[in-house]
């Protein structure tokens, strides 16, 4: 059983400190695959405009049911969630609530992207944050690297973000399809694979954000994968690993890894609630935290697979 989705978000294109978002768009399907054949069970798809101050203006959807018109006037970015909660809950599990759910943190790579443009255009980049940003992460954990560099007013330790690797391969059903981007356009993607075999449920997942360089190089600015095991019964994971590919403080970022392992023990039937309470501060990435959260799809999409006999 495969999940896949995607949303791009599309900038004002330009080097300015502040970002104006214009637009949301992107798409989810569910796979099975069989010795015999790949069927496609489910899909979604959502398409967001923004007003100048960073609200939803307005939205389509498909399936057309739970209605997010409700959505109407919330703001794209972290804070979305609260603010959508009822949507959430009502769409918890399926292709178009992941989507919803990934409005939270789909916008994240815009602000490098910006970084980007200015280095094209050889702008210096502006004071690095300051204080306000300490210990809510791994990356700005008291004590590291790009802390103590942002208290002395000093560049951040961020490495050239590599080129995007190909998600597809030789299989053409692999993933959804994905329109190509611009360079005013981030996207983040997601695939989440589940299999059982002995009684267990084994997971694959991965999500990457991407950037667009002004030469229309595509970037990789977050990339997290996870292997889970859990157990086919209860759905209690019995072991996660999460593995850093691309984060923006090599240096710190990575340490955030080994918070997963808070998981263990714990069923997926509630992780997007209990997620942020297991890994949280300066041991957390709100990017890994929001690829354990989707760990919870596995209570729907485990009923594809074949009974255990």
């Given at each position: ?5 995607h ?8 080097v ?26 489910g ?7 923004l ?8 939205v389509e959807q498909t ?5 997010c ?13 609260s603010h ?10 399926s292709?178009l609530g ?11 790579p ?7 443009d200015?280095?094209f255009?050889?702008i ?21 690297l ?8 000093e ?5 050239e ?6 998600l ?5 059903a692999?993933w959804?399809?994905?329109?190509p ?6 996207r ?32 990789v600015?977050?990339e997290?994968a996870?292997?889970?095991v859990?157990d ?21 970022c ?37 690829l ?11 009923n594809y ?5």
């Amino acid at each position: 059983m495969r999940r896949t989705a995607h949303l791009d978000v599309t900038r004002v294109p330009g080097v300015a400190a502040a970002i104006t978002l214009t637009a949301v768009r992107g798409a989810a399907r569910d796979l099975v695959t069989s010795a015999a054949s790949d069927e496609t069970v489910g899909g979604a798809t959502l398409a967001i405009t923004l007003d100048p101050k960073g609200a939803i203006a307005t939205v389509e959807q498909t399936p057309p049911h739970p209605s997010c018109a409700d959505i109407v006037g919330a703001p794209v970015g972290f804070a979305i969630r609260s603010h959508i909660k009822h949507l959430l809950q009502a769409t918890t599990g399926s292709l178009l609530g992941l989507l919803l759910d990934d409005l939270s943190g789909a916008a994240a790579p815009t602000g490098y992207a910006t970084m980007r443009d200015r280095r094209f255009a050889r702008i210096e980049e502006p004071r690095p944050p300051q204080a306000n940003q300490i210990d809510v992460c791994a990356g700005w954990r008291a004590g590291g690297l790009p802390a103590r560099r942002a208290g002395a007013g000093e560049p951040v330790p961020t490495d050239e973000p590599f080129e995007a690797p190909p998600l597809l391969g030789d299989d053409d059903a692999a993933w959804h399809e994905m329109g190509p981007l611009e360079p005013s356009q981030t996207r983040r993607v997601r695939r989440l694979d589940i299999a059982t075999n002995l009684g267990k449920v084994h997971v694959d997942a991965m999500f990457r954000d991407v950037s667009v360089d002004p030469d229309r190089t595509e970037r990789v600015v977050h990339e997290y994968a996870l292997r889970a095991v859990l157990d086919r019964t209860t759905l209690t994971i019995l072991e996660v690993e999460a593995e850093p590919r691309a984060l923006p403080f090599p240096t710190d970022c990575p340490l955030a890894a080994a918070s997963a392992s808070a998981l263990v023990g714990h069923t997926v039937h509630d992780l997007r609630q209990t997620v942020r309470a297991l890994s949280r501060g300066p041991a957390s990435c709100t990017h890994l935290n929001d690829l354990l959260r989707s760990l919870a799809d596995v209570t729907v999409l485990v009923n594809y697979l074949p009974a255990p006999q």
